[in-house]
């Protein structure tokens, strides 16, 4: 898992996954579905999936997608078992976005201030990497 700045700004945990470590029929919603089952098994409150792809093609058919993105998927939740001040609520809920690029997965979300979250999110993606892993 790798930190990086987007925009100079947000500190963005990613990581990316060689769709050839993969079993060949591997897909987003495979990805997004086990995510799903992990956080419902979990005291996380599930809300949605959002298919931003999905949906930025059909209201801006002239919008712009960046080169190589075939799908992106957003994993909607919360779990936090903490309310520890008024300002919190500007980086909930929580979102894991899935997406799917020509040779490759890119799962990412915003930087967690909790470090048991992060250990979390980092189990959830390993054990979802091994899932699919060849």
Partial sequence: METIMFKEEYPVMKEEWLKS???DDVTVDDIVKEFV?????????????????KWTTEKFPEGYIYPGIKAAKMIIFCGGE???SPYVFGVKPR???VVEMEDRF???FLK??????IE?????????????SK
């Fill in 21 to 23: 470590d993969l079993k």
């Fill in 37 to 53: 089952d992990k956080i419902n098994e979990m005291w996380i409150k599930f809300f949605d999936v959002f298919d931003h792809y």
């Fill in 82 to 84: 903490e309310i520890v």
């Fill in 95 to 97: 979102n894991v976005w």
């Fill in 106 to 108: 890119v799962i990412s």
């Fill in 112 to 117: 967690i201030p909790n470090p048991k979250k």
């Fill in 120 to 132: 979390m999110c980092e189990e959830f993606l390993n054990q979802t990497k091994a899932k699919f």
